[in-house]
Structure formats: structure tokens, C-alpha cells
T-cell receptor, first 115, second 116 residues
Framework: DAGVIQSPRHEVTEMGQEVTLRCKPI?????LFWYRQTMMRGLELLIY????????DSGMPEDRFSAKMPNASFSTLKIQPSEPRDSAVYFC?????????????FGPGTRLTVT | AQSVTQLDSHVSVSEGTPVLLRCNYS??????LFWYVQHPNKGLQLLLK??????LVKGINGFEAEFKKSETSFHLTKPSAHMSDAAEYFC??????????????FGKGTKLSVKP
């Protein structure tokens, strides 16, 4: 399996621009998670989906952030308009429900820089 | 509610000496516990997981962790550190909502430095 795929790997944009981050989970996984990692705040859960439905979006910082999962193999995280404080590494992770420990598998991350 | 506390933000060892990274957890349920590793500028990789099958869990790269319910601990150890072990390590507990799968609760991380 290719693992969790994220694109782009790096994104540099100017303040006020729209940014879209993309994620393809591992095939067969029914949970998808979006995280943000910064030096100041560490790793934060933004939102997660089960079977394409958002379950908990309490970590989304504000209305400028939105996430969608139109099908089982694709999700987007959008920031509009972007601000310098959004600069961070954004990770997508997926997991499979059922018996087991529900470990999550992480993508390589998207490093976002907003100038 | 579930929570996890990593007792050291930074641990420094010499190559070839033992590694001990400490983690305490709090959980209302029988927890699933994990250790993840993150090398610089990389994503998070699962090191090992505890699911109540055995209290001593072996992971990749020679790491292991022992679940101690009486101490609510899940410390990560390795007998002999290697330079390539230098990374940040996260202790993680599963967060269950009403018996269904939920998110993972991450500790703040322990940065491991290995001196030659």
C-alpha cells in the first residue's frame, strides 16, 4: 500500500490567499484525521471524519478553516483567507475501525508558509 | 476523560547506553496506548501499541514498552541507543466516545538526543 498521501508537500502563499491541502487515506480505512503541528502548540487535532462524515470539528481554529471529504479516498482542508499565523505543518492520518487498537497512519505532511 | 503526560520534554543519552522515556496516562476505559516517533522534518511513525494482550510490548528498532496499570504508566525503553534514534517521541492514548472509536490523545512529546 502507498500509505497516506498528501499534497502539496510544501506550500508558500501570501496572506489573504486561499490554500487547499489534499489527502488520500489508505484504502479501506474509514477514519480520516487532520492535524496541525507548530513549535508553540505542538500537535493539534483539527477535525476527523468517519465514513466521510465529520464527527468532531471542535479543533478547527475559526471559520477560515473548512474541511471536506467527498468520498472515501479524498479529503481537503481549506484555509480562506490565509494568515501568517496559519504557518505550520499539516498532517493527515487515517485508521480502520473494528477489532484492534485503532492506530493511525500519518502522511508526510504539508509544510505551509504564509507570508 | 483520557489524557497522557510525558514527564520529560528532553532526554539526552550517550550512544550505546539505555533509553528511558516516561509516560503516564489517565483513562476512564481500558486504554489502548501507543508510542509514535517523529524524525526531523518527517511524519509520525508508529513504534508500538498496547491493546491489553500482553503488558510488555515490543516495537520496531529494538524499542519496547511496559504497561503498568497500578502505576498508570507506559514507559518506553531501549537497551542501547543508536545515533539514528535521535527524534521526538510521542506517547498516545486512544480517546473513546461512548464505546466507539474516537481520536488519539497525544502527549507533548519527548525530544531524544543521542551523543556520540
Amino acid at each position: 500500500d502507498a500509505g497516506v498521501i498528501q499534497s502539496p508537500r510544501h506550500e508558500v502563499t501570501e496572506m489573504g490567499q486561499e490554500v487547499t491541502l489534499r489527502c488520500k487515506p489508505i484504502s479501506g480505512h474509514d477514519y480520516l484525521f487532520w492535524y496541525r503541528q507548530t513549535m508553540m502548540r505542538g500537535l493539534e487535532l483539527l477535525i476527523y471524519f468517519n465514513n466521510n462524515v465529520p464527527i468532531d470539528d471542535s479543533g478547527m481554529p475559526e471559520d477560515r478553516f473548512s474541511a471536506k471529504m467527498p468520498n472515501a479516498s479524498f479529503s481537503t482542508l481549506k484555509i480562506q483567507p490565509s494568515e501568517p499565523r496559519d504557518s505550520a505543518v499539516y498532517f493527515c492520518a487515517s485508521s480502520r475501525s473494528g477489532k484492534g487498537a485503532y492506530e493511525q497512519y500519518f502522511g508526510p505532511g504539508t509544510r505551509l508558509t504564509v507570508t | 476523560a483520557q489524557s497522557v503526560t510525558q514527564l520529560d520534554s528532553h532526554v539526552s543519552v550517550s550512544e550505546g547506553t539505555p533509553v528511558l522515556l516516561r509516560c503516564n496516562y489517565s483513562s476512564s476505559y481500558s486504554p489502548s496506548l501507543f508510542w509514535y516517533v517523529q524524525h526531523p522534518n518527517k511524519g509520525l511513525q508508529l513504534l508500538l501499541k498496547y491493546t491489553s494482550a500482553a503488558t510488555l510490548v515490543k516495537g520496531i528498532n529494538g524499542f519496547e514498552a511496559e504497561f503498568k496499570k497500578s502505576e498508570t504508566s507506559f514507559h518506553l525503553t531501549k537497551p542501547s541507543a543508536h545515533m539514528s534514534d535521535a527524534a521526538e517521541y510521542f506517547c498516545v492514548v486512544s480517546g473513546f466516545y461512548g464505546g466507539s472509536q474516537g481520536n488519539l490523545i497525544f502527549g507533548k512529546g519527548t525530544k531524544l538526543s543521542v551523543k556520540p
